[in-house]
DNA sequence: AAAAATATCCTGTTTTCAGGGGAGAAATAT
DNA sequence: ATATTTCTCCCCTGAAAACAGGATATTTTT
């Protein structure tokens, strides 16, 4: 059996250095190479082909979400293996939803990582435990925020800027009454009673 | 000349193991210990006495500005520095407020981690490039932040809670005028045009 | 004691909110 | 393929709230 090829993609290299060492005893892993940003690691996977991506989510020149993505998208046999820090709890699902095959924290011990890799590579899905709370937290979180139509979210940008509805009904072109009944709709899904309260939860949930 | 010896103190693996890595070949420098929380770190220093603490912000039983402080009050000789991924930048001036000597970041390269280290062995300060760089966007921000009095804090805690102005004027025991010109007020004071923008900006900048 | 900041009050005008109703297009379910 | 729901857009009326501009007392600072 070969070794597993494991390329890591994160623009700490405390943590590449790190990785490479806690796999470096494992004798059916191989640490294959790694990339400080996407440009490079995208450059890299033209001319190699590694088992396993160990992607983290915050990069220099784009998240890793959008990467996973094209990785997956352009290399369907690419395993990615999704990484970063706690306090990122939203990143996670969003890194699955782009392909990815698991998520580990940086956090995790040698055997976790490679339990994590081999998981992976045989095909499996791999959350690591604080991962997989985190996102039925979000989950929970997320479940009492309204979901918006694409109009909506316009119309919660412009209120949250300081228009007013004649302004708004201008820039969408659209009829004052229009913009008055989304503005109504977004009261009711978030269940506030002014604009003062939908905006509070608006910026506190990162909406606006 | 003895090593310079370097006690980090880190609650990822990765990061402990890739720190060793990266200074395993600087002659002057010692590898002396770690600990992954704060109650280890202040029992090895209980026995120990390294010349430089390399400090995270974020533990599990701890922050690290806290920690930072007792060290420094119990051991006045060693110095810390810190050490955080980009996005917190607040922490960085809370670690420094609290007797750190220099700020490093976790995408450091093994020769700023090295000059971090000597510089602050050799008493002086040391600042990555990005830390400073938060450090005067964050001033910044807060310099144009106005500032409130007691009473407009109030009305903005109650406007931004979805009260209106005859509520909040009984909750206050004042007219409904007084709570308008409050209102207004703070309209001035963050120069923006109505409720949504006032919100917006106090939501974005933990005011409410 | 003067100046500045804070808190209070009044009068109009504009904007938002509440409570209705309806129509066509697009996505989902049967 | 058709029915149904969801989404997006449109309209009206009246009441409530927010905003603009101006004014006066009461603290605090200087």
């Given at each position: 059996?070969?070794?597993?090829?494991?390329?890591?993609?994160?623009?700490?290299?405390?943590?590449?250095?790190?990785?490479?060492?806690?796999?470096?005893?494992?004798?059916?892993?191989?640490?294959?190479?790694?990339?400080?940003?996407?440009?490079?690691?995208?450059?890299?996977?033209?001319?190699?082909?590694?088992?396993?991506?160990?992607?983290?989510?915050?990069?220099?020149?784009?998240?890793?979400?959008?990467?996973?993505?094209?990785?997956?998208?352009?290399?369907?046999?690419?395993?990615?293996?999704?990484?970063?820090?706690?306090?990122?709890?939203?990143?996670?699902?969003?890194?699955?939803?782009?392909?990815a095959m698991g998520y580990v924290l940086k956090n995790a011990t040698r055997q976790e990582l490679s339990l994590a890799i081999k998981q992976v590579y045989s095909g499996n899905r791999y959350l690591s435990f604080e991962a997989a709370k985190m996102l039925r937290e979000a989950n929970q979180s997320k479940d009492h925020l309204p979901a918006l139509t694409r109009r909506e979210k316009e119309v919660l940008a412009l209120i949250s800027s300081g228009k007013t509805n004649p302004e708004i009904a201008g820039q969408l072109s659209v009829s004052v009454t229009t913009v008055d009944t989304h503005r109504k709709n977004l009261l009711a899904k978030f269940n506030v009673r002014n604009t003062a309260e939908l905006i509070k939860i608006a910026a506190q949930n990162g909406l606006v």
């Open positions: 059996m070969n070794k597993i090829r494991v390329f890591v993609v994160d623009d700490h290299h405390m943590v590449i250095e790190g990785i490479r060492v806690l796999l470096q005893d494992d004798p059916d892993i191989e640490f294959s190479g790694h990339a400080s940003h996407a440009a490079s690691c995208m450059s890299f996977l033209e001319k190699n082909s590694p088992d396993i991506i160990l992607l983290d989510f915050s990069l220099p020149d784009k998240n890793g979400a959008e990467l996973c993505a094209e990785i997956t998208q352009k290399y369907p046999t690419a395993r990615v293996l999704g990484l970063s820090t706690f306090n990122q709890q939203s990143y996670i699902r969003s890194m699955l939803d782009h392909g």
